[in-house]
């Protein structure tokens, strides 16, 4: 049998009453009640022979302290003020006009740095106004001016590692280990005891970002469950929605091809949008689903919200042979859903599994691998798909740039700015700040959806500070500089807020590169020559320039973009990207009766059309600088 109880709290010996639920001919059960239950905690209890069960609801869309009870809520009551009225950011616009932010909710306001009150919450994302003590916008100001269009926030359903009801005490977790999948994570709320908190704060959230014209992404984790015999799934159907075969390696793997746990997919999925008006989820292991699946839920979500943006890991890991996994590999059968593209990551840094080898920003390597990522994994006539390296499916991916999601630096493995000091030692700032120019503007410059790792666009760095090093505590996954004087840590999921913070310190020591990276993302807005989605349209307007023809030293990597072709207001558009150490000699192609325009020298914009400096005549000869990605146009 299966029994329904009542509480007034959602911990402790406060119960109310116990009520048997019938079983109805579908094999629903239920029980009617015929009073408003508004405020009240309740848990089902599964009796399987001699043996009970008590859990929450696996559909529970709310809760008390810490999940273990779900919490009663009238919805209608958990919106914000004009929360029917506003209207979502980006409605109807093209999946590759996203340039998304990927954050963690806690980093963005616990420094002090931040000038944000409410620190590790959800309100602290929603703070205006807010700056550092020298007088740069942090928080909210600080996306609105970058000029992002989505905020993908990692995991904030409610998680397990964190206790919420000890606030007080340093915690800190990525969230990759879910505990109740349709509920807001309590420990960004300002009272994680009361079930409708959260709720209206995550909501207030989503309304504040969308005023501001950012859509909010959410980070889903399906695959796996951490102790998944001891939660929801695991006792109310004993052994259904787990597979034998466990490839996650953080807990058991969930059944995605079986049919209720598909169905517990795209309902949540389902509600999530609908109810907190999301603009799309990034998915977790994606490769331990089946693309039928995977395919469901772009089906079922694209029914509520056209322009949702669906993207996740599809990394190669299931090898039990049962159903076709949402990989790479099998893109092409999934054409709504976006990859992470690691051949991109991997050939701009160098591979993140060897933090000393470098990449085409240090030394030319791994052009086809950057090409791959620049065409946005589309077909191409000019790549040589053998030589694309670092990724499990080295061809075309589907016809549409979006399955192509561009990034060098996300949450997982080392920061850019790590990895730049790991395999060039000893360099001067500026030099590093520079790699970091040539590496973002290689991301935003791409077709496809880029991503950016919040802090990015001002080197984040998770060095281990030297008073930390001094205590001698034990690190792992640390990579570590060839004197031993510098550490550098990779995952850092449950690492302490020292190390995964955002110093907005940094923000205005970098604030160069801040503003470079404004400038990118302005680019890539005005212009459709960098969102192109499909690949014909790919195929008729972007060509990479031949290097020999262009007298350029072979491991130089140069495109050109026809702007007539695919309704820019730009006739034509070079890039060239020059990684080595002196400058590279580029004479500029016929231009007709016009001239070339300088965009960018790789270190600066320049916004002034009227000096003749940077108006340049078919046939000069420019100096295209070292470690740049230099822009030239024909208005």
Same mark, same amino acid.
């Given at each position: 049998?299966?029994?329904?109880?009542?509480?007034?709290?959602?911990?402790?010996?406060?119960?109310?009453? /116990?009520?048997? &639920?019938?079983?109805?001919?579908?094999?629903?059960?239920?029980?009617?009640?015929?009073?408003?239950?508004?405020?009240? $905690?309740?848990?089902?209890?599964?009796?399987?022979?001699?043996?009970?069960?008590?859990?929450?609801?696996?559909?529970?869309?709310?809760?008390?302290?810490?999940?273990?009870?779900?919490? #009663?809520?009238?919805?209608?009551? /958990?919106?914000?003020?004009?929360?029917?009225?506003?209207?979502?950011?980006?409605?109807?616009?093209?999946?590759?006009?996203?340039?998304?932010?990927?954050?963690?909710?806690?980093?963005?306001?616990?420094?002090?740095?931040?000038?944000? !009150?409410?620190?590790?919450?959800?309100?602290?994302?929603?703070?205006?106004?807010?700056?550092?003590?020298?007088?740069?916008?942090?928080?909210?100001?600080?996306?609105?001016?970058?000029?992002?269009?989505?905020?993908?926030?990692?995991?904030?359903?409610?998680?397990?590692?964190?206790?919420?009801?000890?606030?007080?005490?340093?915690?800190?977790?990525?969230?990759?280990?879910?505990?109740?999948?349709?509920?807001?994570?309590?420990?960004?709320?300002?009272?994680?005891?009361?079930?409708?908190?959260?709720?209206?704060?995550?909501?207030?959230?989503?309304?504040?970002?969308?005023?501001?014209?950012?859509?909010?992404?959410?980070?889903?984790?399906?695959?796996?469950?951490?102790?998944?015999?001891?939660?929801?799934?695991?006792?109310?159907?004993?052994?259904?929605?787990?597979?034998?075969?466990?490839?996650?390696?953080?807990?058991?793997?969930?059944?995605?091809?079986?049919? &209720?746990?598909?169905?517990?997919?795209?309902?949540?999925?389902?509600?999530?949008?609908?109810?907190?008006?999301?603009?799309?989820?990034? $998915?977790?292991?994606?490769?331990?689903?089946? /693309?039928?699946?995977?395919?469901?839920?772009?089906?079922?979500?694209?029914?509520?919200?056209?322009?949702?943006?669906?993207?996740?890991?599809?990394?190669?890991?299931?090898?039990?042979?049962?159903?076709?996994?949402?990989?790479? =590999?099998?893109?092409?059968?999934?054409?709504?859903?976006?990859?992470?593209?690691?051949? +991109?990551?991997?050939?701009?840094?160098?591979?993140?599994?060897?933090? !000393?080898?470098?990449?085409?920003?240090?030394?030319?390597?791994?052009?086809?691998?950057?090409?791959?990522?620049?065409?946005?994994?589309?077909?191409?006539?000019?790549?040589?798909?053998?030589?694309?390296?670092?990724?499990?499916?080295? /061809?075309?991916?589907?016809?549409?740039?979006?399955?192509?999601?561009?990034?060098?630096?996300?949450?997982?493995? #080392?920061?850019?700015?790590?990895?730049?000091?790991?395999?060039?030692?000893?360099?001067?700032?500026?030099?590093?700040?520079?790699?970091?120019? &040539?590496?973002?503007?290689?991301?935003?410059?791409?077709?496809?959806?880029?991503?950016?790792?919040?802090?990015?666009?001002?080197?984040?760095?998770?060095?281990?500070?030297?008073?930390?090093?001094?205590?001698?505590?034990?690190?792992?996954?640390?990579?570590?500089?060839?004197?031993?004087?510098?550490?550098?840590?990779?995952?850092?999921?449950?690492?302490?807020?020292?190390?995964?913070?955002?110093?907005?310190?940094?923000?205005?020591?970098?604030?160069?590169?801040?503003?470079? =990276?404004?400038?990118?993302?302005?680019?890539?807005?005005?212009?459709?020559? $960098?969102?192109?989605?499909?690949?014909?349209?790919?195929?008729?307007?972007?060509? $990479?320039?031949?290097?020999?023809?262009?007298?350029?030293?072979?491991?130089?990597?140069?495109?050109?973009?026809?702007?007539?072709?695919?309704?820019?207001?730009?006739?034509?558009?070079?890039?060239?990207?020059?990684?080595?150490?002196?400058?590279?000699?580029?004479?500029?192609?016929?231009?007709?009766?016009?001239?070339?325009?300088?965009?960018?020298?790789?270190?600066?914009?320049?916004?002034?059309?009227?000096?003749?400096?940077?108006?340049?005549?078919?046939?000069?000869?420019?100096?295209?600088?070292?470690?740049?990605?230099? +822009?030239?146009?024909?208005?």
């Amino acid at each position: 049998g299966v029994y329904l109880k009542i509480y007034n709290d959602g911990v402790g010996n406060n119960l109310v009453e /116990t009520l048997p &639920m019938e079983r109805h001919w579908t094999g629903v059960w239920f029980v009617e009640i015929l009073r408003s239950l508004d405020g009240y $905690f309740y848990t089902f209890t599964y009796e399987f022979s001699s043996q009970k069960e008590e859990t929450i609801d696996i559909y529970a869309k709310a809760c008390g302290v810490n999940g273990e009870r779900g919490a #009663i809520v009238d919805f209608s009551t /958990t919106n914000p003020e004009g929360w029917d009225k506003d209207a979502d950011p980006h409605a109807g616009n093209s999946i590759v006009d996203a340039v998304i932010y990927e954050l963690h909710v806690r980093d963005l306001s616990v420094d002090e740095s931040s000038g944000i !009150q409410n620190k590790g919450k959800f309100l602290g994302l929603i703070e205006t106004g807010t700056k550092n003590s020298q007088g740069i916008s942090t928080g909210l100001d600080h996306m609105v001016n970058l000029g992002i269009t989505h905020l993908h926030i990692l995991p904030s359903y409610d998680y397990g590692s964190v206790d919420e009801s000890k606030l007080d005490t340093p915690q800190f977790n990525w969230g990759y280990d879910p505990q109740n999948y349709g509920v807001p994570e309590g420990s960004y709320s300002s009272d994680p005891f009361n079930g409708t908190v959260r709720i209206k704060e995550l909501k207030s959230l989503i309304q504040a970002y969308a005023k501001a014209g950012i859509g909010i992404i959410l980070d889903v984790v399906f695959n796996h469950v951490r102790d998944g015999l001891y939660m929801s799934l695991g006792t109310s159907v004993p052994g259904y929605f787990y597979r034998i075969e466990g490839y996650s390696g953080a807990g058991e793997d969930t059944a995605s091809e079986r049919e &209720m746990f598909r169905k517990f997919m795209i309902d949540t999925l389902s509600f999530w949008l609908k109810e907190y008006k999301l603009s799309g989820f990034r $998915f977790d292991l994606m490769g331990l689903h089946d /693309t039928d699946t995977m395919n469901a839920i772009s089906k079922a979500l694209k029914n509520i919200r056209k322009d949702v943006l669906l993207y996740g890991e599809g990394w190669q890991m299931y090898n039990a042979g049962k159903m076709v996994p949402a990989t790479q =590999v099998n893109a092409a059968k999934m054409p709504d859903i976006g990859h992470f593209n690691d051949a +991109i990551r991997c050939a701009i840094k160098g591979p993140v599994f060897n933090d !000393q080898e470098p990449g085409f920003i240090h030394n030319g390597n791994r052009k086809e691998a950057l090409k791959f990522g620049i065409v946005g994994a589309v077909e191409h006539p000019d790549i040589e798909y053998s030589k694309v390296e670092g990724t499990a499916a080295a /061809t075309p991916w589907t016809e549409t740039t979006w399955t192509s999601v561009n990034y060098t630096e996300i949450h997982d493995n #080392i920061t850019l700015n790590d990895k730049l000091h790991l395999v060039e030692e000893n360099k001067p700032e500026e030099y590093y700040d520079q790699l970091q120019k &040539m590496a973002i503007s290689l991301i935003l410059l791409s077709e496809g959806m880029p991503i950016l790792h919040a802090g990015m666009e001002f080197c984040r760095t998770k060095e281990i500070p030297q008073q930390i090093l001094d205590t001698k505590e034990e690190f792992y996954d640390v990579g570590w500089s060839s004197d031993k004087k510098h550490a550098y840590l990779r995952n850092t999921y449950n690492i302490t807020d020292k190390i995964n913070n955002l110093d907005w310190k940094r923000c205005e020591e970098k604030y160069d590169v801040v503003t470079y =990276v404004q400038e990118l993302i302005s680019l890539r807005k005005q212009h459709a020559a $960098f969102r192109l989605s499909t690949g014909k349209q790919v195929r008729e307007c972007l060509s $990479f320039i031949d290097n020999k023809k262009a007298g350029l030293t072979e491991q130089v990597l140069a495109w050109q973009l026809d702007g007539t072709k695919c309704g820019d207001s730009w006739e034509k558009i070079i890039i060239i990207a020059n990684p080595f150490g002196s400058d590279a000699k580029y004479q500029l192609p016929e231009a007709g009766n016009k001239h070339w325009s300088l965009i960018t020298d790789g270190s600066h914009f320049i916004n002034d059309d009227s000096n003749p400096t940077y108006q340049l005549d078919s046939g000069s000869v420019f100096n295209i600088r070292p470690k740049t990605v230099t +822009i030239f146009a024909i208005k």
